[in-house]
């Protein structure tokens, strides 16, 4: 079994900032992709960011230089620092990995239970 957790949502005023973390643990032999996704009331969910396991890095065009994503493959853990932040922010958040599980010999897909980014202007 494979979990992730998330950490880090909140209630923040717009032009503030906040760190978001996900932790992957269990059964694990390898992590692959990591990212962060976002879903606000009403509409589908959206890739925020995602980053390989060697760094490479992808962002949504719109959230490019306010959020920052980065990771620490010893503790399989994913980051979202997220900088001016705008209502338009507000929305779950949800970490996604590719993981390897131990004794597979291929990757799946894993999410975390998502966490509440609430931005008031």
């Known amino acids: 079994q494979v979990q992730l957790v998330e950490s880090g949502g909140g209630l923040v005023q717009a032009g503030g900032s906040l760190r978001l973390s996900c932790a992957a643990s269990?059964?694990?032999?390898?992590?692959?992709?990591m990212g962060w996704y976002r879903q606000a009331p009403g509409k589908q969910r959206e890739l925020v960011a995602r980053?390989?396991?060697?760094?490479?890095?992808n962002y949504a065009d719109s959230l490019k230089g306010r959020f920052t994503i980065s990771r620490d493959n010893a503790k399989n853990t994913v980051y979202l620092q997220m900088n001016s932040l705008k209502s338009d922010d507000t929305a779950v958040y949800y970490c996604?990995?590719?993981?390897?599980?131990?004794?597979?010999?291929?990757?799946?897909?894993?999410w975390g239970q998502g966490t509440q980014v609430t931005v008031s202007s």
């Open positions: 269990g059964s694990i032999f390898s992590v692959n992709a």
């Open positions: 996604n990995a590719r993981v390897r599980p131990r004794f597979e010999y291929r990757e799946y897909d894993y």
């Open positions: 980053i390989l396991s060697g760094g490479s890095t």
